[in-house]
């Protein structure tokens, strides 16, 4: 059974930054895709960040240049780096792993961008 737990988020003023972490149980994170998805209130859940497995990266237009994603198959675990971080960043950020077809899903954390 696949399991993902995020951690790192939290209270940050804006313009402050923040680094998320998603580790993962199971064998088979080093051959599987990994996005970062936020959900603001009221809101659907959207895409942030996409890392393939030879490590190409997407992101969504409103966190270009600000957010970074990487992974770290040694240790099974995701990171999203977040600069500059602004209100509307204010969410619940989810991780996902994705494996012929398969997703699998973190229960979130909060991120809040507050002064």
């Known amino acids: 059974q696949v399991q993902l737990v995020e951690s790192g988020g939290g209270l940050v003023q804006p313009g402050g930054s923040l680094r998320l972490s998603c580790g993962a149980s199971g064998s088979i994170f080093r051959i599987a895709v990994l996005d970062w998805y936020r959900q603001a209130p009221g809101k659907e859940r959207d895409l942030v960040a996409h890392?393939?497995?030879?490590?190409?990266?997407n992101y969504a237009d409103s966190v270009k240049g600000r957010f970074t994603i990487s992974r770290d198959n040694a240790e099974n675990t995701v990171y999203l780096q977040m600069n500059n971080l602004r209100p509307e960043d204010t969410a619940v950020y989810y991780c996902?792993?994705?494996?012929?077809?398969?997703?699998?899903w973190g229960k979130g954390i909060l991120v809040t961008v507050s002064s």
């Open positions: 890392i393939t497995t030879a490590g190409r990266t």
């Open positions: 996902k792993m994705t494996y012929l077809g398969m997703d699998y």
